[in-house]
């Protein structure tokens, strides 16, 4: 019964995921491509922001910004844990639950939710990042800024295709 409400929704939501064969379909299958090739290029951004980390390498920030304070200063870091390796599996973790939908796969309708609520707190998150480097440490990182909107790009996409499922 729960798997029909869920195909009517979809078809009211313009591909959004469902209980179905096949969860991604017509523009929802675009969407999640698009999640898909977002969360790639998040997976670059906090690749290369977590090497510089990791490396103490100088960042190339284009002249744009101050990238160097930013991901080595005291809010680079949360109990040792540098914050673009975090961003680099929250990425690693959207991609492969946009596979999972995109295929098919068994748990997508799960996948699509995890996609959500990962995207939505990446979001926060970033919001927040953003914050300190605006009003605390009172520099700008290009990478970082460009990171948050393919989060937040990711958030928005992902919201059109768990309407139903929520």
């Known amino acids: 019964m729960a798997c029909n409400r869920i195909q009517e929704v979809n078809s009211d939501t313009m591909g959004a995921v469902d209980a179905g064969t096949s969860p991604a379909t017509g523009r929802g299958r675009v969407a999640w491509g698009a999640i898909l090739i977002l969360s790639t290029l998040g997976i670059l951004i906090a690749g290369y922001l977590t090497y510089i980390h990791i490396t103490n390498t100088t960042p190339y920030c284009g002249g744009l910004g101050d990238c160097e304070r930013v991901n080595t200063g005291p809010y680079s870091q949360i109990v040792g844990i540098p ?73 928005l996409l992902s919201i059109g295709q768990v309407r139903g499922l929520i």
């Open 83 to 155: 914050v673009a390796l975090l961003g680099l599996l929250a990425y690693i973790a959207l991609a492969v639950a946009a596979i999972v939908v995109l295929r098919g796969i068994p748990g997508a309708e799960t996948a699509a939710l995890a996609t959500f609520g990962l995207a939505f707190m990446g979001v926060l998150f970033s919001a927040y990042l953003t914050y300190l480097e605006l009003f605390v440490i009172r520099a700008i990182c290009p990478w970082c800024i460009a990171s948050a909107i393919v989060m937040t790009l990711i958030f």
